[in-house]
């Protein structure tokens, strides 16, 4: 019933910046708490940032802290990622992803907490 709708990716320089948007329908928005995950071939899936149904509490990886910030809008049903400073590494494909929690103070805090999952977008950030 839940579905995930990521978009805002593509190519970007090192050193510039992407917002990535989800738009999430078929549930009751902030029951869940929302996260993003990225993969690169090859490699073992990252948890970049979550945050919780209310959007008061955040989890962010070392790898992105001070780079990326996570926000959500209850009224317009979409969560975002806002991407800055990027660098070559952060290429992948970005799911965005949802959890099922009823806690609006509880953010994601493991892959394996989400229950339902978007096609992904691809980031490609060249030197």
């Known amino acids: 019933q839940v579905q995930l709708v990521e978009s805002g990716g593509g190519l970007v320089q090192a050193g510039g910046s992407l917002r990535l948007a989800c738009a999430f329908s078929g549930g009751t928005f902030n029951t869940y708490g929302m996260g993003w995950v990225r993969q690169t071939p090859g490699k073992e899936r990252e948890l970049v940032a979550t945050v919780s149904g209310s959007g008061t509490s955040t989890y962010y990886a070392d790898s992105v802290k001070g780079r990326f910030t996570i926000s959500r809008d209850n009224a317009k049903n979409t969560v975002y990622l806002q991407m800055n400073s990027l660098k070559p590494e952060d290429t992948a494909v970005y799911y965005c992803?949802?959890?099922?929690?009823?806690?609006?103070?509880?953010?994601?805090?493991?892959?394996?907490?989400?229950?339902?999952w978007g096609q992904g977008t691809q980031v490609t950030v060249s030197s």
């Open positions: 992803a949802a959890d099922r929690t009823y806690m609006p103070y509880a953010r994601p805090t493991r892959i394996g907490n989400f229950d339902y």
